[in-house]
């Protein structure tokens, strides 16, 4: 088959498709006041991060560039890049509003690890912090463990990151802080 005589066939193909569709382009969802809160996101970074790795010792310091982009609305997609540990290392963000579950999701993936970090949580009363919760590998534990992460917006150009790892008895210990500022 040419390519002249597959386009119009592929049209034609998507149009009829489209007419079957019970939903119209005005019908379609709309994001809501919780995806509009993610636009805080939205811009370019720079991360200041420190990373708890014994206790007692000091904390292992990074630097990142951050670029946050939307996606319709409803999402929004981080992409950090920088050094940490003495290497170069790049993270992933993707964070939006589940309606159905009602919860803001999230995954989060790194160069530092083969695992996909699913998370879920809620925006606090004020607006100000959304705290996620998840499972992960902690390399300082050496296993999977439950963490919390809380993202606090102070101001339009600032916002700090805080996660915290469960330890064996229940406690929630620091693992990694961090700070934002808008560029």
Known sequence: MKTTTTKPILTALAAFVFTLLPISAQEMPKPTKEHQWLNQFLGDWELKTQIFMEPGKPPVEATMAEKVKSIGGFWVVSDAQG?????????????????????????????????????????????????????????????????????????ATHRTFTSMVQDEKGEWEVAMKGSAVRK
């Not at 993270?91 to 803001?104: C, H, L, N, P, R």
């Open 83 to 155: 050094e940490m540990m003495g290497g170069p290392f790049q993270g992933a963000m993707t964070i939006g509003y589940d309606t159905e579950k009602k919860k803001y999701v999230g995954v989060w993936i790194d160069s530092m690890t083969s695992q996909i970090w699913h998370s879920e949580g809620s925006v606090d009363e004020a607006g100000k912090s959304l705290t996620l919760t998840s499972r992960g590998f902690c390399p300082v534990k050496g296993k999977v463990c439950n963490f919390k992460e809380t993202i606090v917006f102070q101001d």
